[in-house]
């Protein structure tokens, strides 16, 4: 069984570019979450997909979107990069829409510099 | 004021040592409480999942819940340096995985 597998693992950008993030959920998950995690900080929810569309959202701005693969995997695009972008990026895999935290499974995460 | 609040440390202690991690919230919805553990360049890995308040037990680790005063703590009995990482309390209202809220970590080493 594999876990969740994230691209890249680290990458710089300058402000105002866009990034996408790659997550590959656990085998048998069917729905993905995105954490920021700022350095120092605890991660805070991005937003969820489940069945390919978003299901729940934290307090982030449009700019943050995503997508949803017919294979579960899943993909966070940036745009209009800011400063306090720069953050290490969680992509965590559950077995079903509203599971509980005790089956969340994260990966290791992408750390993003933005200059 | 953050939601949920927890000490930075960072925490030193020898190996053997007892360890207490804490955190305080301030929302009192929260019912489901978790432990996170984060080696370094690693994503978090759950530790302990409790509900409501009481004690849990897993072979060296303890959680613990008070909910009338809004705290909960994780105790590391028989420290070793392998459980040097920082330690993420989160908690939700609902059982669910999608509006956890996070302290900021309380990184640990155990010293040999």
């Known amino acids: 069984e594999t876990g969740v597998t994230q691209s890249p693992t680290h990458l710089i950008k300058t402000r105002g570019q866009q990034v996408t993030l790659r997550c590959s959920s656990q085998s048998g998950h069917n729905t993905v979450s995105w954490y920021q995690q700022a350095l120092g900080q605890g991660p805070q929810f991005i937003f969820q997909?489940?069945?390919?569309?978003e299901n729940g959202r934290g307090n982030f701005p449009p700019r943050f979107s995503g997508l949803q693969f017919p294979n579960y995997s899943s993909e966070l695009n940036v745009n209009a990069l800011e400063l306090d972008d720069s953050a290490l990026y969680l992509c965590?895999?559950?077995?079903?829409w509203g599971s509980g935290a005790n089956v969340l499974t994260f990966g290791a995460g992408s750390r993003l510099t933005v200059l | 004021q953050k939601e949920v609040e927890q000490d930075p440390g960072p925490l030193s202690v020898p190996e053997g040592a007892i360890v207490s991690l804490n955190c305080t919230y301030s929302n009192s919805a929260f019912q489901y409480f978790m432990w996170y553990r984060q080696y370094s360049r690693k994503g978090p890995e759950l530790l302990m999942y409790?509900?409501?308040?009481g004690n849990k037990e897993d072979g060296r680790f303890t959680a613990q819940v008070d909910k009338s005063s809004k705290y909960i703590s994780l105790f590391i009995r028989d420290s070793q340096p392998s459980d040097s990482a920082t330690y993420l309390c989160?908690?939700?209202?609902?059982?669910?995985?999608?509006?956890?809220?996070f302290g900021a970590g309380t990184r640990l080493t155990v010293k040999p």
């Open positions: 997909y489940y069945r390919e569309e």
């Open positions: 965590a895999s559950s077995p079903r």
């Open positions: 409790t509900y409501s308040s």
């Open positions: 989160a908690m939700s209202a609902l059982d669910n995985n999608n509006d956890m809220r």
